[in-house]
């Protein structure tokens, strides 16, 4: 019941309290403190603040109708959210199961084994129950892995695998790691809300060739789309395909090098199926055993012609560490694969790796970037005289997440003013058409 004595400039008050309160927990180093403690305070501030705003304005001008409206909006987005997992969960009475490994330098596997309705593509997050550690809140987490549902050759187990790599900070994420590091950690029921997020055809819609820039863990959003292209399960005309992925250690390799060489050898075998068209069957045997002219055929993107992955570890060589650098086998997995550069000690230059690739094709070029620590920034120059000279020299800097989507898009932008002004993009002088997609994980 409310206070009789409380006044109508009370009320505004303790509006614009809550209202500074939801600002001040906005600001990027409040928030990056720690999450958990922002996002329930943020929504407290934000019921705080139209409570109060009902009794400050007491329907002057209409002034409640606003309120209202505020208030059916949240109610829908909250209903919505309530509602999808209601269905995926038939009524909350089925939940599904994940499993946690460590992966190197001290990330972790989260491994979903998701047995309701849900599909999802490449490029897509969903919200994350655990009911057993924090059932009040939910975690966003970038889906690893494609849908085994939409592959060709998909079994009929009502059970698929969802994976999520993460790096763990402080909260959930911990606790994660903590129980990842046990001898024999245990299932936990999660409740699954999404998926969220564009679908391939979106981000890469008309495009001709593609370059994926990566830094750390921000490979989990850019591998299962280059998975999607290779194994053809969205639509596309892409023919090329350029991923520049930037980790710490050569223990980070090991993330994705499983994932990677299974798809990078799906290309391989395809690329060496369509060499083998019109020669004798004994053609098809080397690409192993049981091979069929449809083994491959449907498991690859029917116009993708090329595929490069170059990985960038950046941390030296440290022998005191135990570091066997990347002439190990078991920190570079990938050191063997044809489509693999691994290189020690370099951050990679952005800029002249945009700049190179933008005027090196002639086609439709789709820039795709994720935060990235690693990068070095954009010379300033003349946009013209930028994309008509030779590529400018690298200026290796130690950056933060945002510098990745900044370089590229700076990059980018003045490809793009070349373009209009007809520097660039005609008689062969680069790319036709240049566009940008960017993701940024820092909370």
Not at 41 to 68: D, I
Not at 157 to 175: D, E
Request: aromatic residues 8%; charged residues 20%.
């Amino acid at each position: 019941m409310l206070n009789p004595r409380l006044t109508r400039l009370d009320y505004a008050q303790a509006a614009l309290a809550s209202l500074f309160w939801l600002c001040a927990l906005s600001l990027g180093p409040v928030r990056r403190l720690s999450h958990e403690f922002f996002y329930p305070m943020h929504v407290v501030a934000a019921v705080v603040f139209l409570g109060t705003c009902y009794h400050h304005f007491a329907r002057l001008l209409g002034s409640w109708a606003y309120l209202h409206a505020s208030v059916v909006v949240l109610g829908v987005a909250f209903l919505h959210r309530l509602g999808a997992v209601a269905f995926f969960s038939h009524l909350f009475t089925r939940h599904d199961v994940a499993t946690v490994e460590t992966l190197g330098d001290g990330a972790v596997a989260v491994n979903v084994e998701v047995k309701s309705d849900m599909r999802w593509t490449a490029g897509q997050h969903v919200f994350v129950r655990f009911l057993t550690l924090q059932p009040w809140s939910t975690h966003p987490f970038t889906i690893a892995s494609l849908d085994p549902a939409s592959l060709p050759s998909s079994s009929d187990s009502p059970t698929r695998k969802m994976r999520l790599v993460l790096r763990p900070h402080s909260g959930l994420t911990a606790r994660l790691a903590s129980l990842a590091s046990t001898a024999n950690p245990r299932a936990l029921p999660v409740l699954l809300d999404g998926p969220y997020g564009a679908s391939p055809s979106t981000i890469l819609q008309g495009t001709d060739e593609v370059l994926f820039l990566a830094g750390g863990t921000g490979m989990s959003f850019v591998f299962p789309l280059l998975d999607a292209l290779v194994r053809g399960t969205e639509l596309h005309v892409v023919r090329s395909v350029r991923l520049v992925w930037a980790v710490p250690s050569a223990e980070c390799v090991g993330w994705f090098a499983d994932e990677l060489k299974e798809t990078l050898g799906a290309f391989t075998r395809a690329r060496q199926l369509e060499m083998a068209k019109g020669e004798s069957a004994d053609s098809l045997d080397k690409l192993g055993a049981g091979a069929t002219a449809s083994t491959y055929a449907n498991r690859v993107g029917p116009t993708l012609r090329e595929v490069s992955v170059e990985i960038y570890v950046t941390r030296a060589v440290d022998a005191s560490a135990g570091d066997k650098g990347l002439g190990s086998a078991e920190q570079a997995p990938l050191s063997s694969v044809e489509q693999v550069s691994l290189q020690r000690g370099d951050r990679p230059d952005v800029a002249r790796i945009v700049d190179e690739t933008i005027k090196g094709t002639n086609d439709r070029l789709a820039v795709v970037s994720v935060s990235l620590s690693f990068v070095s920034p954009a010379p300033s120059r003349d946009a013209r005289a930028d994309f008509l000279s030779p590529s400018p020299p690298a200026r290796p800097t130690g950056c933060g997440p945002p510098s990745l989507l900044t370089t590229a898009r700076n990059t980018v932008a003045r490809a793009q003013l070349a373009i209009a002004t007809g520097a660039l993009g005609r008689d062969g002088k680069g790319a036709e058409e240049v566009s940008l997609w960017e993701e940024s994980f820092e909370l």
